[in-house]
């Protein structure tokens, strides 16, 4: 559904739990990933991007792998990925992961390694 609130434009009100959004289609200048997962083991192989990556982590815990760095993030915990770094992430468990994945562009522009 799409409307204008308080100069706002509305775009996207199905997309409240888990899904993705590519600025691209409605002049922002952001991507952003929205992960909500109970599966062990779900997550991403090792890719990289032209830009930089802020995972936020809303609850849950995964497994990281950043550049040449590995460890646990957890809820609470902001992960910003620099620009050309490989890396990738797979959950953990025991409880749900849920996390908003903020791409600093306006399309996905992904290279898998």
């Known amino acids: 559904m799409t409307g204008i609130v308080q100069g706002m434009r509305i775009v996207r009100q199905d997309l409240l739990i888990d899904g993705d959004f590519e600025g691209v289609q409605f002049g922002s ?32 815990r995964a497994r990281f792998v950043v550049g040449t760095e590995e460890f646990v993030g957890e809820a609470g915990q902001i992960i910003v990925v620099p620009p050309l770094t490989p890396h990738l992430f797979e959950n953990i468990g025991p409880d749900r992961l849920q996390s908003t994945n903020i791409h600093a562009s306006e399309r996905y522009i992904t290279t898998w390694l």
Do not use: C, K, N
């Not at 995972?55 to 849950?60: F, L, M, T």
């Open 29 to 60: 200048g952001v991507s952003f990933l929205l992960v909500d997962t109970d599966v062990i083991g779900y997550g991403t192989a090792l890719h990289q991007h032209p830009y930089s990556e802020t995972i936020v982590i809303r609850a849950g």
